[in-house]
């Protein structure tokens, strides 16, 4: 049985007591992994805060951080198999997926290197004669990251690689559901030489971890990647140290196909966009808004790429969709296609769990002419695509916009101005014409409503781990008058 530590102040530690993690394509127990309670936590924070103010981190210069990132990136791309395999096995995440998205991850890592010197302040042109004033940029302080257990590595890099650029120190806490890729990368920012304290990784539950995390009174910024109900406790946490926040939450994301569209492109990237990481993806394009005159003929072709997809091993690197992360995740979705359909939406294939070990769920679609059925409005956070049909550009734009999420959203049209008008109306941080799920480090990322605040990726996400300091020098030789002198 695999067995991980913590990573606290430079150190590989135990903890306060270990649980076990389960293979979700076997169902079984694979690893033992460390919990992290309120005194772990306090010890990371206070190690943070320590590395921030008083280590050898707070004396480097921005260049010297990037190119501590700069090793760190390449030690990434030099181990992504091996990460890639932990994540597999931790979360049943596909090997051929995550092997590529890690690969990719070392790139954001590289980004931020180069981006740490040029975090720059300001000159004003202040309107006083004798003051010179300046703005510095500084880290906001020790950052709590909460990541999810769905592409870890990622979800991570994006807050850790701004972090460290902006000379943050930080407390990651893995998913307690398939924390194995997280403490391995602990490894990596060892052997990269950051100094101790300034990235600590711990796993845990909500109450006893992720709760004494948040409300913690040394942590200035917490940056959440999770569920619109586990945000709420972040936020009321935050009142206990007014950390400011940013939360990339979940979505339930439009997919709108014009009759005008390459129907075959649009097809694969709506194959891609729900069934690809078995859907468990924030940004999953879970509704199908298709106009009626193409509807049949493209639920047909959605219908037959949907029953060849190959449902296996997650390490097996022939599988196309694996098992869902948790036995909670597999109950969820069953449940939800059950009451879905109950409520009138018909099946169109898949809808059932298979046999077998594992936490399987089959590719599912889901012909929707309710509008309010229950698979339109919630999130499977599972490969389960509900469809609706609309006749006019506004109705399309409407459904679209009926829903309290607002992360990303996607349009295939060959008519440039409509994209255009689509650009404009959709209400989502995020909008794809004629693609879907492509990311990069350079662009931000996410979105509106119940997805959340802030962004993460690009330029924005590192000046949101920075504070202003306004600095003011008078000029003048002249002494300062007595105020209370009457002239």
Same mark, same amino acid.
């Given at each position: 049985m695999q067995r !991980? =530590? &913590?990573?606290?102040?430079?150190?590989?530690?135990?903890?306060?007591?270990? !649980? =076990? &993690?389960?293979?979700?394509?076997?169902?079984?127990?694979?690893?033992?992994?460390?919990?992290?309670?309120?005194?772990?936590?306090?010890?990371?924070?206070?190690?943070a805060e320590k590395a921030l103010h008083d280590g050898p981190w707070s004396k480097l210069t921005a260049t010297q951080r990037g190119k501590l990132l700069y090793k760190l990136a390449d030690l990434v791309a030099a181990n992504a198999q091996k990460l890639a395999e932990f994540e597999t096995r931790d979360t049943g995440k596909i090997i051929r997926e995550t092997s590529a998205q890690i690969a990719y991850v070392a790139d954001y890592y590289r980004y931020y290197a180069g981006l740490a010197d040029k975090i720059e302040g300001a000159y004003l042109p202040i309107d006083k004669p004798d003051m010179d004033v300046w703005l510095r940029r500084e880290p906001i302080g020790v950052v709590a990251m909460v990541v999810p257990w769905n592409s870890q590595l990622f979800l991570s890099a994006v807050k850790i690689g701004p972090a460290l650029a902006a000379g943050c120190t930080m407390v990651v806490k893995a998913s307690e559901d398939g924390p194995a890729p997280l403490l391995e990368f602990a490894r990596l920012v060892h052997e990269a030489g950051f100094p101790a304290g300034v990235v600590n990784i711990i796993t845990g539950f909500g109450p006893s971890c992720g709760s004494a995390l948040s409300r913690h009174p040394k942590v200035a910024h917490i940056a959440f990647t999770g569920g619109p109900e586990t945000a709420r406790h972040v936020v009321r946490n935050s009142a206990e140290n007014l950390a400011s926040t940013s939360l990339e939450l979940g979505g339930k994301s439009p997919f709108v196909v014009f009759a005008d569209a390459d129907l075959e492109s649009a097809a694969n990237a709506q194959v891609a966009g729900i069934f690809a990481a078995t859907g468990q993806s924030c940004v999953a394009g879970s509704r199908l808004i298709v106009e009626r005159g193409v509807k049949d003929k493209f639920l047909a072709m959605l219908k037959a790429k949907a029953e060849v997809i190959r449902i296996g091993a997650p390490l097996d690197m022939a599988t196309e969709v694996g098992p869902l992360a948790t036995k909670r995740q597999q109950d969820h979705v069953a449940a939800l296609v059950e009451r879905s359909v109950q409520s009138g939406a018909r099946l169109v294939t898949g809808g059932s769990r298979p046999d077998g070990d594992g936490f399987y769920f089959p590719p599912t679609i889901l012909d929707c002419d309710d509008v309010a059925s229950p698979s339109l409005a919630e999130e499977f956070f599972g490969p389960v695509l509900s469809v609706v049909s609309f006749e006019t550009e506004a109705e399309a734009l409407a459904l679209a916009n009926d829903t309290r999420y607002g992360l990303a959203s996607g349009v295939f049209t060959q008519n440039l101005t409509r994209a255009h008008r689509l650009m404009k109306g959709l209400r989502a941080g995020i909008v794809w014409v004629n693609t879907y799920r492509a990311v990069s480090p350079i662009a931000p990322f996410g979105g509106f409503g119940l997805s959340g605040h802030g962004r993460e990726g690009g330029l924005a996400a590192a000046l949101d781990y920075t504070r202003t300091k306004t600095i003011w020098l008078r000029t003048s030789d002249d002494p300062i008058p007595d105020p209370f002198v009457m002239r």
């Open positions: !991980f =530590q &913590s990573y606290i102040d430079g150190e590989f530690l135990d903890g306060e007591a270990r !649980f =076990q &993690s389960v293979d979700p394509a076997s169902g079984k127990v694979w690893a033992e992994m460390p919990e992290a309670r309120e005194n772990d936590v306090d010890c990371a924070v206070n190690a």
